[in-house]
């Protein structure tokens, strides 16, 4: 009966099922993406789960981040968010049933207890397993200690066999349950553990799929054996490669894997790292490279996800996001780029913005290249002005035959086409425009790289130009 009314169900149903005990990272948003591109291509639903019945480690600050950035990646949900804590009732009902049918019961050995059995286990060469000492306690035993107040936790009796399951990604995969041992599924009632939880929210939100990160494999024999016990179906299986770092170690903070709150400080756009989260692990089989979300749900399936792992380069993530930078309008870049730069008029900032689009790998770049702008006066060393072997009286030369020349200029001339007309012959005729425009780039920005001086000079206007180059020709006053 179960399985007839999930076949009626229109489309698959997969769900992201985060534990807001942090803060949402790259490879859960890369699995979130996974499972939101295969819903959508298949005309399904994705639903969102909060896991949260580790209290001690739960928070709700954890929970708003990753609702926070799951919208700001533009990742919908369609049903959720659903949380195990307002589910108690459900995860009791199902333990009652498998403790009342005798296929779990109440393990009373203490934490010494095991891990002394554990070490012992491991240093006989032993996968380290419950050795099943509560398994077969009397049911006046087990009654004695739950009056007493004896502390306990509730195992599932996992039967020996061979448990075997088709992963959509991988193939066939078998395990043998003797090797698991009875693994703890509750603290008690009200308290279930992950792997019990799981099964039962599969189950009563109707998933046809699970898809996640293949460090969930482990797990995958383990609920499917307490689906059989509560008579579930079991849902296909798809576990994504691992994300690795360029020298092909499990990807950590060294290799760049920070929040997804961090890359969206650092200046990153929502559809860079889309279509940078994409490629980890999937590929559309063709040279293209450049995909919004809605052409990813055109094109995503599961068989083009490898099975090795995924390399992660910050590299790629910066020419996505450079790429998406030089799409945008200059007044929509501006508006991103206002977090990182002093309050200003709109125009002034539009300006400043378009001279530094091409080289823009991320927003929060735009502070350190623009900062200049915003200052009354500029701090640098003297020698900073100083082009190739010039001493420091042409130095003191050139800053006076640019304040001399520019001075001249009418105020509606003030443009770069007119400054550049104005100065380049001035700079060619010295043999090497350098010795002309390199003092000036540096007076005006104080910086050894940046945008081209008259387009700087534009934004600036003629007044604070003249000051910079005054400020400049200060540093030489004793020439």
Same mark, same amino acid.
């Not at 735009?366 to 420091?392: H, P, Q, R, S, V």
């Given at each position: 009966?179960?399985?007839?009314?999930?076949?009626?169900?229109?489309?698959?149903?997969?769900?992201?099922?985060?534990?807001?005990?942090?803060?949402?990272?790259?490879?859960?948003?890369?699995?979130?993406?996974?499972?939101?591109?295969?819903?959508?291509?298949?005309?399904?639903?994705?639903?969102?789960?909060?896991?949260?019945?580790?209290?001690?480690?739960?928070?709700?600050?954890?929970?708003?981040?990753?609702?926070?950035?799951?919208?700001?990646?533009?990742?919908?949900?369609?049903?959720?968010?659903?949380?195990?804590?307002?589910?108690?009732?459900?995860?009791? $009902?199902?333990?009652? &049933?498998?403790?009342?049918?005798?296929?779990?019961?109440?393990?009373?050995?203490?934490?010494?207890?095991?891990?002394? /059995?554990?070490?012992?286990?491991?240093?006989?060469?032993?996968?380290?397993?419950?050795?099943? $000492?509560?398994?077969?306690?009397?049911?006046?035993?087990? &009654? /004695?200690?739950?009056?007493?107040?004896?502390?306990?936790?509730?195992?599932? $009796?996992?039967?020996?066999?061979?448990?075997?399951?088709?992963?959509?990604?991988?193939?066939?995969?078998?395990?043998?349950?003797?090797?698991?041992?009875?693994?703890?599924?509750?603290?008690?009632?009200?308290?279930?553990?992950?792997?019990?939880?799981?099964?039962?929210?599969?189950? @009563?939100?109707?998933?046809?799929?699970?898809?996640?990160?293949?460090?969930?494999?482990?797990?995958?024999?383990?609920?499917?054996?307490?689906?059989?016990?509560?008579?579930?179906?079991?849902?296909?299986?798809?576990?994504?490669?691992?994300?690795?770092?360029?020298?092909?170690?499990?990807?950590?903070?060294?290799?760049?894997?920070?929040?997804?709150?961090?890359?969206? &400080?650092?200046?990153?756009?929502?559809?860079?790292?889309?279509?940078?989260?994409?490629?980890?692990?999937?590929?559309?089989?063709? @040279?293209?490279?450049?995909?919004?979300?809605?052409?990813?749900?055109?094109?995503?399936?599961?068989?083009?996800?490898? $099975?090795?792992?995924?390399?992660?380069?910050?590299?790629?993530?910066?020419?996505?996001?450079?790429?998406?930078?030089?799409?945008?309008?200059?007044?929509?870049?501006?508006?991103?780029?206002?977090?990182?730069?002093?309050?200003?008029?709109?125009?002034?900032?539009?300006?400043?913005?378009?001279?530094?689009?091409?080289?823009?790998?991320?927003?929060?770049?735009?502070?350190?290249?623009?900062?200049?702008?915003?200052?009354?006066?500029?701090?640098?060393?003297?020698?900073?002005?100083?082009?190739?072997?010039?001493?420091?009286?042409?130095?003191?030369?050139?800053?006076?035959?640019?304040?001399?020349?520019?001075?001249?200029?009418?105020?509606?001339?003030?443009?770069?086409?007119?400054?550049?007309?104005?100065?380049?012959? &001035?700079?060619?005729?010295?043999?090497?425009?350098?010795?002309?425009?390199?003092?000036?780039?540096?007076?005006?920005?104080?910086?050894?790289?940046?945008?081209?001086?008259?387009?700087?000079?534009?934004?600036?206007?003629?007044?604070?130009?003249?000051?910079?180059?005054?400020?400049?020709?200060?540093?030489?006053?004793?020439?």
């Amino acid at each position: 009966m179960v399985e007839d009314l999930r076949d009626l169900i229109k489309g698959p149903r997969v769900r992201f099922a985060p534990s807001p005990t942090g803060l949402l990272h790259i490879g859960t948003a890369r699995a979130t993406l996974f499972n939101y591109l295969f819903a959508k291509h298949e005309g399904g639903k994705f639903i969102l789960r909060i896991e949260d019945t580790d209290l001690a480690r739960s928070d709700p600050k954890f929970e708003k981040d990753i609702i926070e950035n799951l919208q700001w990646l533009g990742i919908k949900w369609d049903e959720g968010p659903f949380r195990q804590s307002e589910r108690t009732a459900s995860y009791a $009902k199902y333990l009652e &049933k498998l403790l009342k049918e005798n296929k779990a019961y109440h393990c009373f050995c203490s934490e010494d207890e095991l891990e002394d /059995k554990r070490q012992e286990q491991m240093s006989r060469g032993e996968a380290p397993k419950y050795n099943g $000492k509560c398994r077969e306690l009397a049911e006046a035993e087990v &009654k /004695k200690y739950l009056a007493e107040g004896k502390p306990s936790i509730i195992r599932f $009796k996992a039967p020996a066999k061979k448990v075997s399951f088709y992963d959509l990604i991988r193939g066939k995969l078998e395990f043998d349950s003797s090797l698991i041992g009875d693994l703890a599924i509750a603290k008690n009632l009200a308290t279930p553990l992950y792997n019990f939880a799981v099964v039962i929210d599969d189950f @009563e939100m109707k998933i046809t799929h699970v898809i996640r990160g293949e460090d969930h494999i482990s797990n995958t024999p383990k609920q499917i054996l307490l689906q059989e016990a509560l008579g579930f179906p079991q849902p296909k299986y798809a576990h994504l490669p691992l994300i690795l770092g360029p020298d092909r170690r499990k990807l950590s903070k060294r290799h760049g894997a920070v929040a997804i709150a961090d890359y969206r &400080k650092d200046g990153y756009l929502p559809e860079a790292l889309v279509n940078f989260m994409a490629f980890l692990g999937w590929n559309p089989g063709t @040279e293209r490279e450049i995909f919004a979300l809605p052409s990813l749900v055109k094109e995503f399936s599961l068989q083009n996800v490898q $099975k090795s792992g995924a390399v992660f380069n910050i590299k790629r993530l910066d020419y996505l996001n450079g790429f998406y930078i030089r799409q945008k309008s200059v007044k929509r870049l501006a508006e991103l780029c206002e977090n990182y730069l002093p309050k200003a008029d709109p125009g002034y900032l539009e300006k400043i913005v378009a001279i530094y689009q091409e080289r823009l790998k991320k927003l929060s770049e735009i502070k350190e290249l623009a900062d200049f702008f915003f200052k009354d006066k500029l701090t640098y060393d003297k020698g900073l002005l100083k082009w190739k072997n010039m001493t420091d009286k042409e130095i003191a030369q050139s800053l006076d035959k640019l304040e001399k020349i520019l001075s001249k200029i009418k105020e509606g001339d003030w443009h770069k086409e007119n400054l550049e007309k104005v100065l380049m012959p &001035k700079a060619e005729a010295m043999g090497d425009r350098g010795y002309l425009l390199w003092p000036l780039r540096v007076a005006l920005t104080g910086k050894e790289a940046s945008a081209g001086p008259f387009e700087i000079a534009e934004i600036l206007g003629q007044e604070k130009t003249l000051k910079r180059i005054k400020q400049a020709r200060g540093l030489c006053s004793k020439l």
